[in-house]
């Protein structure tokens, strides 16, 4: 047997599994499992892939200088303050590299996105989480989880998988509570489908302070996660510092071409967000009619939950949408057994998951 063997803390990593994407027997399922744009890329987008086609024997540029001066444009930021990875992963991977090593702890929501988790145990620091209520980050128990070995909080802001938020007002008193030597990251992967006039991704959060960060994605509203393809903002010494960590060309040349063009497409953007305001909320009310629990959601997602009892249960719910051909999200590994979530589709497709629903509780 060989000898050499990963640092320790690796081995005990549970691998991420990400959403399912096939049922046998459908040659296209639908797919409610991975939380991406329901109309799918923009065509600008689409048509500035192809064009990259031709160029794909050149190195990108290493710096992503157009595409940080297209979203500096569009958010209204200064370009100097962004870092584009490959996928907002990449980002926060770096960060917790760059801030938190053996020994150290890093904190999130007690049901916050996996992979904080395995970024930490990664470096060999331990990840800490806050209890919730109902399913919503507590701040007082977040901060009463600070020990002076935490040096990285991630918020998922909508956090996924429950749909809930934290107000402009309450991650503004999170970050009061935090030693100045403690990294805030705000994960907005979400962001661009929130409307509420309470809520903040976390720009004005990083301009008053050296010690936040916000993350942001093109995976979800912009449909391009088969790319790749997120950015951060943060303040001038913490890009310079991952600008020093990542890699000379992490964000692809043809994963460039389309974010730029996909900024551009606001009229994309746009039919994207008002699929989701009207889906949403008509998804929400058919599966309460059903008498299923569906908790708030602000994101292109909602989190249903099922009674614990065989046949009823969550693990029955997802074998009979598999059956229908519909792919939802197993929740198991957040410690949401009893729930599904299920990402916000077209309306063939939301119609489709309520009757799915409907026949399993058998109201159809």
């Given at each position: 047997m060989s000898t050499l063997k990963p640092r320790p803390g690796i081995q005990d990593i549970a691998p991420y599994v990400g959403g399912k994407d096939s049922i046998p027997g459908f040659d296209k399922p639908t797919k409610l499992s991975s939380n991406e744009g329901a109309l799918g890329p923009s065509p600008r987008a689409m048509?500035?892939?192809?064009?990259?086609?031709?160029?794909?024997?050149?190195?990108?540029?290493?710096?992503?200088?157009?595409?940080?001066?297209a979203i500096g444009r569009h958010y209204g930021l200064d370009p100097a303050r962004i870092v584009c990875g490959a996928g907002s992963d990449e980002l926060i991977n770096l960060l917790v590299r760059a801030y938190l090593g053996p020994?150290?702890?890093?904190?999130?929501?007690?049901?916050?996105?996996?992979?904080?988790?395995?970024?930490?145990?990664?470096?060999?620091?331990?990840?800490?989480?806050?209890?919730?209520?109902?399913?919503?980050g507590d701040i007082q128990a977040l901060l009463a989880k600070v020990t002076p070995k935490t040096k990285v909080v991630c918020i998922a802001n909508p956090n996924n998988p429950t749909g809930s938020y934290l107000t402009r007002e309450e991650l503004k008193a999170l970050h009061d509570g935090l030693p100045k030597n403690v990294l805030l990251v705000i994960d907005a992967a979400y962001a661009e489908y929130v409307s509420r006039n309470d809520y903040s991704a976390g720009v004005e959060l990083v301009d008053a302070a050296d010690n936040v960060v916000m993350t942001r994605t093109f995976s979800k509203i912009y449909g391009l996660g088969g790319l790749r393809l997120g950015w951060m903002y943060a303040s001038p010494a913490i890009t310079d510092t991952i600008n020093r960590l990542r890699q000379p060309f992490n964000v692809n040349l043809a994963a460039q071409a389309a974010g730029i063009a996909a900024l551009e497409d606001v009229a994309h953007t746009d039919a994207q967000r008002t699929n989701n305001d009207i889906w949403l909320p008509w998804f929400t009310k058919e599966v309460t009619a059903l008498g299923l629990h569906v908790y708030p959601s602000v994101g292109n997602f909602v989190l249903v939950k099922f009674p614990k009892e065989d046949g009823k249960d969550a693990v029955a719910a997802n074998a009979a949408m598999l059956k229908a051909g519909i792919i939802p999200r197993m929740m198991v590994a957040y410690g949401l057994g009893d729930c599904l979530r299920?990402?916000?589709?077209?309306?063939?497709?939301m119609r489709a998951a309520r009757d799915a629903l409907a026949r399993f509780v058998g109201k159809a």
């Open positions: 048509e500035a892939y192809k064009k990259a086609a031709a160029e794909l024997h050149r190195y990108p540029e290493g710096g992503s200088t157009d595409l940080r001066d020994g150290e702890e890093l904190l999130y929501s007690a049901h916050g996105f996996l992979m904080y988790a395995i970024n930490a145990k990664g470096v060999g620091a331990t990840a800490v989480t806050a209890p919730e209520k109902d399913l919503r299920i990402t916000i589709g077209t309306e063939q497709e």
